[in-house]
Structures are given as structure tokens and as C-alpha cells.
């Protein structure tokens, strides 16, 4: 991999700019702090999400959890964030919606705009793997949130006080 | 000893994310296109890269792709709203000419064959339209493809055959060609393991590159009925072979992909954020196993997903892109 190595010191003006970890031991653990804090800020945000159907917070009905939500750094120190979720039934209709919303409340809340990838849990969705691809493919996505319709059920499970 | 990217122009003025980039045939032109349902048409005035026209009211929805036709007089628009927009420039503003209806949702690609006497549409339905240019500039469909077994993400022509690639959220790539009295699906390409977002062939149309979601590139080799390897070719049709597969430099993935005729230099854009430029090197068995090396890989190009990139058509070595962050760039390779 030499050939990276010469391709990234001709950027030094950009590296700067991009947070940097892993350089030595005090570092590592302000960045390790710092990705708890987001893990957590992360967790709060999605938790209150309502359930599409219900009057219930995804939190209320286990479809979240604090353990489902990671945190890491890319290599070049962006931050990917994996969020898991249970559906309620293994036949969930709105599952796609479920994941729609988190995406929603995380662009919408967050101060920078973050990686994300959304997955159903394994094991706990007839039709999880086709969901997983929907909810995250960007394209798909975007013309998903273009859709009026759409548009307000999201909205209605992201502030239900609005709606 | 390695080449690096130099960011030449920064051209702000859209207003969400901006989706695609398209060069004039010329290439002196740029067109972007993007979530603000506008097309902003780029030139150089002096030294600048400026906006020289903003179109705008033809789209009610995300304008996802632009494409200019071979005599770069007209400019194809795939939005959303379910409709291929056609502007013409010969009166020397641009005007929307036609607006192409038929797909059932979102249009997400167009691209006109080396003739320009074809144009191809595709969208979520799964299908890809074939229009045929009237003399009396008219769009004409000949041909509704349904081949894939989900949406169609892209659509490129042969650079000189009237032959079209198209990829697909259904992981693979499609090839069409005239039949006798209907067009047909005459090569399927397998081997990406997630949706195949992008395509470009090579300068003489014997290769083709792809990009995926799985965060590959993968180039793909033509062989011909009596090719020297003995492939079998049934029914005389050009079978394409995977020959090489580039992986482990994108971390997330690749959108967009772009084979510079000029150079051979194959760029591509990543949702991490990053551009890489890739250049064959000299191998025991280029057909076979042909060799390409990283020779840049520029992190943090944009401040979000790339979404597309593009070398200039006739100034070697200018690549052109576009992000989430609402920017398009234009680079110039450099060597150190």
C-alpha cells in the first residue's frame, strides 16, 4: 500500500482539516469519549421516534436499543453510525417506514451530516434483506422522501406533536 | 512519483445535493443537476469556470441525470416526476424541446448512442425505453426492455456501435442490441454482490467498467466469435468476461465510475467521500489479466457522498464532480 501513502502526504491541507485518531494513547481515548457521547445522542434521538401504527416510541416497544446503536470511524475519520432494529412482528408492513424515520430524525437533528446504515436485526423480519437494501440506498431514499405521502407519515412518527 | 488531484474550480449555486455531471461533447461545457430540480449549465469565461444558464419549471421533482447528445445541441434531463425532459441550444438559448412520458416512476438515468439518433431512458419500473430521434426532432419509442428484475440505476451506449449497457439495483448488467425487428437483451454480466450504479466503456468499446454498492470495480472483456481464448459465443453473440476486480479502496459505495478515452485512466466516487484514479500497467496477458494500479486516492474530495464524476472529453487529465455537499469541482490531475 505504499502507493496510498504518497497519495495521502501530497494532502496535508485536507488531512488536517479531518479529525485524526488512533496517533497516541490520550487521543484514542478523547476520540473513544467523544464517539460514546454520539452513541448516546444517537440512541436519545431515535428512541423517541412513535411507532408507525401505535401511539407507542420505538423505545417503548424494543424496537430500539442502546446496544443497537454503534458508532465507529471510517479511515479517513468520518463517522458511521450502524443502527440495528426489531421490528414488532416478523411481517411488519412498515418496517421500511421504521427505517425511513431514524434516517429522517438523524439528518434533521444532527449538527453534521453523518454515514449511516440502517438493518433490521437478523433473524426477526420475513423480508429483511430486501428492507435492508431499500432503506439504504440513497437513491431510493431521496425519491421515497419527495413522495408527499410519505413525507407526512414520517413526519407524524418523528414529531407527533406537529401532526 | 505519483499524480495527485488538484482542485481547480469549486462552482457553487445549487442548492440541495447535486446528483450528476455532464460534459459537453466539446467539453467545454458542464451540466449539473440535482435535488433543487434546476440544470446549471458551467463554462469558462477567461481563467473562470462561471454559471452561464440556469434551467429551471421542467421538473416538479429531483432531476437525477444529464446527458449531452454527441452534437452536443441537445440535453437530456431524467427526473423523479417520471419524465425525460430533451433541450435544444440551436437557437442558441436553451429550450426545452420535449418532454419524454412513459415510465411509471422515477426516470434515474438517460443517455443518447454515438449516432444520436437513439436515446435511452430507465427507471425504478424495472425497464429501460429506447427512443428513437425523428428528422423532425421528435422522440419516438422503439423499444420497452424489461429485463432486469429491478429498478435500473444507469444506461450507457457503446462509444461507437449502437450497443447499450444498463446496471441494476438487481446486481448485474444487461447489454442490448437491434434484432431483427425488436431490440433484445444479449449479455448479462454478473458478478457484483450489490447494486451496480455505474458503468463506462473504454475507448474502442472492448471493456467495460462497472461500480457497485459492494465498494468494487470490476472490468469486463468483450470476446468475439472466434475469439483466440475459445470462449463459446452461442449464437455468434460477443460474451463479456470479468478480467479484473479492484477492491479494498472505497469504504463505502462507489456511485459513479468514468474511463478517460484520452488518457485510459479510470476514476471513481464513493459514498466515503473520496476520488480514486486508477492507470493500467503493462501485464503478461493484458486481454486476460489486465493490471491497474491506485494512483490516487484524494479523501475528503467533498464533504459528503460523491455522487458522480466525469473526465473532460478533450482536455486530458480534468475530472469533473459532484456531491451531496451541494458542490461541483473540477480537478486537474497532476503529476508530482
Not at chain 1, 125 to 147: F, G, L, V
Not at chain 1, 153 to 163: F, G, H, K, N, R
Not at chain 2, 153 to 163: A, G
Request: hydrophobic share 35%; aromatic share 6%.
Amino acid at each position: 500500500m505504499e502507493y496510498l501513502e504518497s497519495s495521502v502526504d501530497g494532502k496535508r491541507e485536507m488531512s488536517s482539516v479531518i479529525p485524526h485518531h488512533g496517533v497516541d494513547q490520550d487521543e484514542n481515548e478523547n476520540d473513544d469519549s467523544e464517539l460514546k457521547i454520539l452513541q448516546e445522542t444517537i440512541y436519545d434521538l431515535i428512541s423517541d421516534i412513535k411507532d408507525p401504527e401505535k401511539a407507542d416510541s420505538l423505545e417503548d416497544l424494543n424496537v430500539v436499543s442502546e446496544t443497537g446503536v454503534k458508532v465507529k470511524r471510517l479511515q479517513d475519520g468520518q463517522v458511521l453510525a450502524n443502527i440495528e432494529f426489531v421490528p414488532t412482528v416478523p411481517h411488519c408492513t412498515l418496517a421500511s417506514i421504521i427505517g425511513l424515520s431514524i434516517r429522517s430524525k438523524l439528518d434533521q437533528s444532527l449538527p453534521k451530516k453523518m454515514k449511516i446504515d440502517i438493518f433490521i436485526k437478523k433473524g426477526t423480519h420475513d423480508t429483511a434483506e430486501e428492507i435492508n437494501k431499500q432503506i439504504n440506498d440513497k437513491e431510493r431514499i431521496s425519491a421515497a422522501m419527495e413522495n408527499p405521502n410519505l413525507q407526512k407519515l414520517v413526519a407524524s412518527c418523528i414529531d407527533p406533536e406537529d401532526t | 512519483m505519483y499524480p495527485t488531484l488538484k482542485e481547480h474550480a469549486q462552482l457553487t449555486g445549487h442548492t440541495d445535493q447535486v446528483w450528476c455531471i455532464s460534459w459537453s461533447p466539446s467539453g467545454a461545457l458542464l451540466a449539473s443537476c440535482g435535488g433543487d430540480k434546476t440544470i446549471r449549465i458551467w463554462g469558462k469565461e477567461g481563467e473562470l469556470w462561471v454559471c452561464k444558464s440556469v434551467l429551471t419549471d421542467a421538473h416538479t421533482r429531483t432531476i437525477r441525470a444529464v446527458s449531452w447528445s454527441p452534437c452536443g445541441q441537445y440535453l437530456a434531463a431524467a427526473s423523479f416526476d417520471a419524465t425525460t425532459s430533451v433541450w435544444s441550444r440551436k437557437s442558441g438559448e436553451f429550450e426545452c424541446l420535449a418532454t419524454l412520458e412513459g415510465h411509471e416512476n422515477e426516470v434515474k438515468c438517460a443517455g443518447w448512442a454515438c449516432t444520436g439518433n437513439l436515446l435511452a431512458t430507465c427507471a425504478r419500473d424495472k425497464s429501460v425505453w429506447i427512443w428513437e430521434v425523428t428528422a423532425d426532432e421528435e422522440f419516438e419509442c422503439a423499444s420497452v426492455l424489461s429485463t432486469h428484475t429491478q429498478d435500473v440505476k444507469y444506461v450507457k451506449w457503446h462509444p461507437t456501435r449502437e450497443l447499450l449497457a444498463s446496471c441494476s439495483y438487481d446486481d448485474t448488467v444487461r447489454l442490448y442490441r437491434e434484432a431483427s425487428d425488436d431490440w433484445e437483451s444479449c449479455a448479462l454480466l454478473k458478478g457484483h454482490t450489490s447494486t451496480v450504479w455505474s458503468l463506462d466503456f473504454d475507448k474502442d468499446g472492448h471493456r467495460i467498467v462497472t461500480a457497485s454498492a459492494d465498494a468494487t470495480v470490476k472490468i469486463w472483456r468483450e470476446h468475439e466469435p472466434g475469439n483466440p481464448e475459445g470462449i463459446a459465443t452461442p449464437d455468434h453473440i460477443p460474451v463479456w468476461k470479468c478480467v479484473c476486480t479492484l477492491s479494498g479502496h472505497h469504504e463505502r459505495p462507489i456511485y459513479s465510475v468514468s474511463w478517460c478515452p484520452l488518457s485510459g485512466r479510470i476514476a471513481t466516487a464513493s459514498g466515503d467521500d473520496s476520488l480514486c484514479v486508477y492507470q493500467e500497467l503493462p501485464a503478461e496477458d493484458e486481454k486476460n489479466a489486465p493490471k491497474f494500479e491506485l494512483t490516487v486516492r484524494h479523501r475528503g474530495a467533498h464533504a459528503e457522498d460523491i455522487n458522480c464524476v466525469a473526465w473532460n472529453p478533450n482536455e486530458e487529465g480534468l475530472l469533473a464532480s459532484c456531491s451531496d455537499d451541494g458542490a461541483v469541482k473540477i480537478w486537474q490531475i497532476e503529476k508530482e
